[in-house]
Each structure stands twice: as C-alpha cells, then as structure tokens.
Nanobody, 120 residues
Framework: QVQLVESGGGLVQPGGSLRLSCVASGSIFSIYAMGWYRQAPGKQRELVAIITSGGTTNYADSVKGRFTISRDNSKNTVYLQMNGLKPADTAVYYC??????????????WGQGTQVTVSS
C-alpha cells in the first residue's frame, strides 16, 4: 500500500506564489512518474504538470512559464512551485504517483488534495 501526503496549499493574492509538496511512503519499489492535477468547482480534474523518473517534464499550457515541477527521488517527494498565480488557478490540487511495489505490483495513488485559492 502506498500513501501520499500533500502540503502547501492556502490562500494567496493574485501574482503571489505557493509551493506544494507531496511525499509518497509505503511499500514502494520504484516510481515511474509523479504529477499534479487540479479540479476546480464544476470542472473535470485536469493535469497540471508531470515529471518522470528520468526528469522529463510536461505542463498544461495554462501554467507553462509560471509553474515548475521537481522531485527528490531520495525522499520520494514531488514539488510544485507556483508563481504568478491567477484566480483561474483556484482549485483543489491532487498529487498522483505511479510506480511499482516491492511485490512487483503496479500502483497509481492519489493524495487527499490541498486547496489553493487565489483571491484579493
């Protein structure tokens, strides 16, 4: 079983910054990809950014140039640095981790979500 714990959400003014963190723990053998998704009220969950074990990144067009995803493989942790935040970025942000367990079972786990609110 793999657990994800997110932190770093909150209320910020437009133009401000926040840094989200997500730590994965449990029976992890390897992690293939770590990513962040978000879901605004009344909308579908969407990909924000993803990073592979090799460091390849992919971003939603709406956050390119403002958000940066990074990971610390030694700590099974993924970060999302969010700069230049806009009211449209308001959503619940979810961490997602895909990998395999020590029993060679593939997993895809979700965090509990952390609220990000951008408002003056």
């Amino acid at each position: 079983q793999v657990q994800l714990v997110e932190s770093g959400g909150g209320l910020v003014q437009p133009g401000g910054s926040l840094r989200l963190s997500c730590v994965a723990s449990g029976s992890i053998f390897s992690i293939y990809a770590m990513g962040w998704y978000r879901q605004a009220p009344g909308k579908q969950r969407e990909l924000v950014a993803i990073i592979t074990s090799g460091g390849t990144t992919n971003y939603a067009d709406s956050v390119k140039g403002r958000f940066t995803i990074s990971r610390d493989n030694s700590k099974n942790t993924v970060y999302l640095q969010m700069n230049g935040l806009k009211p449209a970025d308001t959503a619940v942000y979810y961490c997602n981790v895909r990998g395999s367990t020590v029993d060679n079972i593939a997993f895809a786990s979700w965090g509990q979500g952390t609220q990000v609110t951008v408002s003056s």
